[in-house]
């Protein structure tokens, strides 16, 4: 069994380091917020991706579109691909840690707030495959 997940874990390796990816660790805004508006944009290409973020009138819209912008400098730049054939592959958000607060109620109470934070990570691919 833990071969079988070495050699998945060595193949999620390659493949990950082939394709332009960008990420943003502890944003102070709620995951379940951000999945709203990456759900929108996955699988879409990328100039249809930055018109849906530009128009979508969410909290977490400019976050996401100025990581979109990095994994789009990520591509160009470190791997030369062109910015017409990029297409969003993969974009999630996972929970970051929580800052817990507390709010006096009344009688002497007191009720926790949670703050939660956010992992995003985009990764971007080329429409056009190349031929090996």
């Not at 400098?73 to 910015?83: I, P």
């Amino acid at each position: 069994m833990a071969t079988r997940q070495r050699e998945k874990a060595l193949k999620r390796q390659e493949q990950k380091d082939k394709r332009p990816t960008a990420k943003v660790k502890y944003i102070r805004i709620s995951s379940s917020k951000v999945k709203i508006v990456i759900d929108l944009i996955r699988g879409k290409s990328v100039t249809e991706a930055m018109a849906i973020l530009k128009s979508t009138p969410k909290a977490a819209s400019p976050i996401v579109e100025k990581l979109l912008n990095s994994a789009i400098a990520n591509a160009e730049n470190n791997q030369g691909l062109l910015r017409d054939d990029l297409i969003v592959a993969e974009v999630f958000a996972d929970q970051g840690p929580t800052l817990k607060r507390f709010r006096p109620r009344a009688q002497g109470r007191a009720s926790r707030i949670r703050k939660r934070t956010s992992h995003i990570t985009i990764i971007l691919d080329s429409a056009v495959k190349e031929e090996s």
